[in-house]
Antibody, heavy 117, light 108 residues
Framework: QAQLVHSGAEVKKPGASVRVSCKASGYTFTGFYMHWVRQAPGQGLEWLGW????????TYAQKFRGRVTMTRDTSIDTAYLELSSLSSDDTAIYYC??????????WGQGTLVTVSS | SYVLTQAPSVSVAPGQTARITCGGS??????VNWYQQKAGQAPELVVY???DRPSGIPERFSGSNSENTATLTISRVEGGDEADYHC???????????FGGGTKLTVL
């Protein structure tokens, strides 16, 4: 059974960076895109971008370009999201979501990132 | 950039039909996906490519898409359907996903 397991909650100070991991199991990691989506408290969903775990190719939402980096380690079937220059507006749950380029069929449970001084 | 518009909330009595809409310019030319998100949980795909259902999703969930509006229809609504529903498209021009703002379905 497919699973996506996130790293634990993070608390960061403004200006810092955060790295969130998403470990895949139960399916061929390189066979699906991995998207990253966030949800601020009480708000809707916001897409950050995708990585193709097979090739390492990435596409980032324009809003986050220059601040976001998506990588993967195929030896341990894990995808990573790094977001830099954090502000309080980045406080959110960050989800990885497996799928195709145009949709996701399965989401992880998310990592809460809190940015506070 | 492409924009999707959803009503913030919809209320329906048990056993009735809920219709949740997603508006966008010529959205009928795009493939719309719908995600259900129950309180405290991750989103779950309930309809993809306008009208198809993933395995395990009840037939009560259906979708349509035409011109400037896509619709998720939930027939014979149950208490367990209470959730936020998010529409999503892939904008091929920008290679970006776009989400609607989400609609909270309340079962009275």
């Amino acid at each position: 059974q497919a699973q996506l397991v996130h790293s634990g909650a993070e608390v960061k100070k403004p200006g810092a960076s955060v790295r969130v991991s998403c470990k895949a199991s139960g399916y061929t990691f390189t066979g699906f895109y991995m998207h990253w989506v966030r949800q601020a408290p009480g708000q809707g969903l916001e897409w950050l971008g995708w990585i193709n775990p097979d090739t390492g190719d990435t596409t980032y939402a324009q809003k986050f370009r220059g601040r976001v980096t998506m990588t993967r380690d195929t030896s341990i079937d894990t995808a990573y999201l790094e977001l830099s220059s954090l502000s309080s507006d980045d406080t959110a749950i960050y989800y990885c979501a497996r799928g195709r380029i145009d949709r996701s069929d399965f989401w992880g449970q998310g990592t809460l990132v809190t940015v506070s001084s | 950039s492409y924009v999707l518009t959803q009503a913030p909330s919809v209320s329906v009595a048990p056993g009735q039909t809920a219709r949740i809409t997603c508006g966008g310019s010529n959205i009928g030319t795009k493939r719309v996906n719908w995600y259900q998100q129950k309180a405290g949980q991750a989103p779950e795909l309930v309809v993809y490519d306008d009208r198809d259902r993933p395995s395990g999703i009840p037939e009560r969930f259906s979708g349509s898409n035409s011109e400037n509006t896509a619709t998720l229809t939930i027939s014979r609504v149950e208490g367990g359907d209470e959730a936020d529903y998010h529409c999503q498209v892939w904008d091929g021009d920008s290679d970006h996903w776009v989400f609607g703002g989400g609609t909270k379905l309340t079962v009275l």
